[in-house]
């Protein structure tokens, strides 16, 4: 049984992904800095209480991440494949005049540093493994909003850091990434904030597939990398965003 690493688990898109890697019976560590909301996901799956565990992790923190791959290893005692998903989404504030350099970095800290942090520390036993990385970036590193430099700079760079770990850990480990675009994610998020989606038709429409994303919809993707069937695919970005960036969109 295959043990995958899920930074940014807890929540969201990466609580899709530890749901779905679950129930295709992979063992799932979750890596993540809000501990009410990774022990929330503990209650919520004890039925896979032998297969899942939480690591309380902030993934800039170099010691933090150490940690986490030692707890690992110490628990089931191999890692098959680590999702990068853990990121600060749309946080900067304001013109780029206004963006004080040490939010730039948080950001930065968060969505880049956080995944090289732990894939570096995690390739060894990848290596061992021959296992897979899946990074998980945003179509913001291929079209922007406005007032949006640091999480746009971040997403980007974590695209490279795909083709470019991919190059460096092959062929023993395989290493990709996913752009989601609008993932609907108000129902995954933990308790206290947890709300009903609000969605109009205008949403939808914006979608050449007719609706928006949900986090299975980047999950089976995810799962499908991360396992054998995905052999020969490296250093890839695939997104998935219901064709929105491939839509014209003009102000009426």
Known sequence: MKTIIVTG?????????????LHQEYRVVIADIDVEAGRECLNAYREYAEWLRFFPTDVGDEAAVLACIEQTLGTFRRIDGLVN????????????????????????????????LMAKHAAPHLRTAKGAIVNIA??????????????????????ALTHALAVSLGPEVRVNCISPGWIEVSEWKKAVDRQPAVLSDIDFSQHPAGRV??????????????????KFITGQNIVIDGGMTRKMIYAE
């Open 9 to 21: 688990g807890a929540q969201g898109i990466g609580r899709g992904i530890c749901q779905y890697l």
């Open 213 to 230: 994303g949900e986090p299975y919809d980047v999950a089976a993707m995810a799962e499908y990398l991360l396992s054998d069937a995905a």
């Open 85 to 116: 998903n853990a990121g600060i989404a749309h946080p900067d504030a304001g013109p780029v005049e206004m963006l004080a350099l040490g939010d730039w970095e948080r950001v930065i800290r968060t969505n880049l540093t956080g995944p090289f």
């Open 138 to 159: 945003s179509t913001r590193a291929l079209q922007s909003e406005k007032d949006s430099e640091a999480y746009a700079a971040s997403k980007g760079g974590l695209v």
